[in-house]
């Protein structure tokens, strides 16, 4: 295994964080609003890209990108917590695992 140097770490890190701000936008009350800031910013809005709605409380995710700077906003969708109080007890669970 190699060793690298403090340095290396450093820009390693900065870069990650560089990276998740390109996906991440922060909070904003419309899509309008997040991609706006975005491209304010000078960055691209992309699939997959990801902020936090104000307004409904909630995280939503880029599923379309607009056509570019000016265009219509893309299609967002939210994600959407799911309702695990109906998934399987612990004892259904471990028995289910000792039989497989």
Known sequence: TAKYSAAYWADQAASSVAN???KYYGNYASDAAA???HEAAGKTVAVGDLYYNTTINAVKYCKVAPSGTGAPV???GEIVAVDTSNFATN???IAMSIAL
Do not use: H, K, R
């Open 20 to 22: 998740f701000d390109e």
């Open 35 to 37: 991609e706006d800031a």
């Open 74 to 76: 893309g299609t967002w």
């Open 91 to 93: 004892g259904f669970a």
